[in-house]
């Protein structure tokens, strides 16, 4: 049995990751999150009354918290989701995202450097550094047929690919100049349950709900890989309980699909599952409003996963079809946890307009 400490575990993939590890192994977790507009502790109330969960509020910058989190708890393993991780939001303000992701993950490689150093031999040996990131930092694949596979070279082309692209540098220097036992996880689009609404997934769902125009950027014709948030728990845990220091690993859903096409099959989805339709709307798919591409938008994304499969064992289990059904089912069924989210600060409104 591990003490895994998660940054970001009340974020949509940190959130996720929490919930397995308590409902699905004996580890105890410990969360620490800052609960920036996000962080819901309300997507983790299934798991809040274990004995196995304890949360932190934190912020990664601060040096003092994280001493004394890694003195109290004493984890065996971080898993660092903890980050800014919206591109509009990158392009509007990106100081958020060097401060957090670059700044933060560097206080946070520091205390848990500090704390490893005082381990004892066996204890440095089994410690795990887990540094979670995106496939947004091998760039744009637009013109060609390959995929990103781990040595791809980095071509970031937002800020907020940039701040990980960075993130992941700080990462393997660790291990590299200090012997830190660090591994990096780059994952392709991830969606599922609470989903925060300003990703495209959710807010095309929650947009159609209300009758609100569903915005494609430009043609809709980019590409990603879609990857259920549930499948990427099970392999974020399955990477920090087997990996060996000093790997990388990509994780993707094998679920290459256009933006657009994407939106088309939310809307199929809820003409069968939510026929009752918001007043002077025929069809969903006549909310569909093409709008200004989003500056320096990359046309495709697309993960060769075959070494996680390879090595480890892991395969998605939900196929894109499978996974888009149970998350509209979700968020058909689970109106007050995106009312409550609907409350706050964010209104589904379009961000990342900046040139």
């Known amino acids: 049995m591990k003490t895994i400490l998660v940054t970001g575990g009340a974020g949509f993939i940190g959130s996720a990751v929490v919930r397995h590890i308590i409902n699905h192994t004996a580890d105890t977790v410990v969360n620490l999150d800052k609960l920036t507009y996000a962080g819901n502790l309300e997507s983790l109330q299934s798991v809040a009354g274990s004995p196995r969960y ?8 601060d040096r003092a918290a994280l001493d004394r989190i890694f003195t109290q708890y004493r984890p065996d393993a971080v898993m660092h989701l903890a980050a800014e991780s919206h591109v509009d939001r990158s392009i509007d303000g990106p100081a958020a995202f ?44 637009h013109g060609n047929n390959d995929l990103f596979t781990e040595t791809t070279p980095y071509s970031p082309s937002s800020p907020y690919s940039a701040s990980k692209a960075s993130s992941d540098h700080l990462v393997r ?24 609404p ?3 997934i959710p807010l095309m769902i929650l947009n159609a709900l209300s009758g609100k125009p569903l915005p494609v950027y430009g043609d809709g014709l980019q590409i990603r890989d879609w990857l259920y948030v549930e499948d990427h728990a099970r392999a974020l845990y399955h990477v920090i309980t087997h990996a060996q220091a000093g790997e990388t690993y990509n994780i993707g859903g094998h679920n290459e699909k256009t933006n657009l096409e994407v939106v088309c099959t939310i809307c199929e989805l809820l003409e069968e599952l939510a026929p009752q339709k918001p007043a002077g709307v025929a069809h969903y798919r006549d909310l569909i409003t093409h709008v200004t591409d989003r500056p320096g938008h990359d046309m495709r994304y697309a993960i060769d996963a075959a070494k996680i499969g390879r090595e480890l064992g892991w ?15 979700w ?22 307009t900046s040139a």
Not at 315 to 329: C, D, H, M, N
Not at 332 to 351: A, I, P, S
Request: charged share 20%; hydrophobic share 35%.
């Open 315 to 329: 395969q998605p289990q939900e196929t894109f079809e499978s996974g888009i059904r149970k998350t509209v089912l």
């Open 198 to 200: 300003e990703k495209l």
């Open 173 to 196: 220097a660790w291990r590299r100049t200090y012997g830190l036992p660090t591994i990096v996880t780059n994952c392709s689009n991830n969606y599922g349950p609470f989903h925060f």
């Open 331 to 352: 968020y058909l069924n689970n109106r007050e946890w995106w009312q409550n989210v609907l409350n706050g600060n964010y209104r589904l409104q379009r961000l990342g």
């Open 98 to 141: 060097i401060e957090t992701n670059i700044v933060g993950t560097y206080t946070l490689l520091e205390a848990a450097r500090n704390y490893w150093q005082g381990l004892d031999e066996p204890g440095k040996a089994a410690f795990r550094f887990h540094h979670i990131s995106t496939d947004e930092v091998y760039g744009d694949l």
């Open 54 to 61: 304890h949360f932190e509020r934190a912020d990664i910058c």
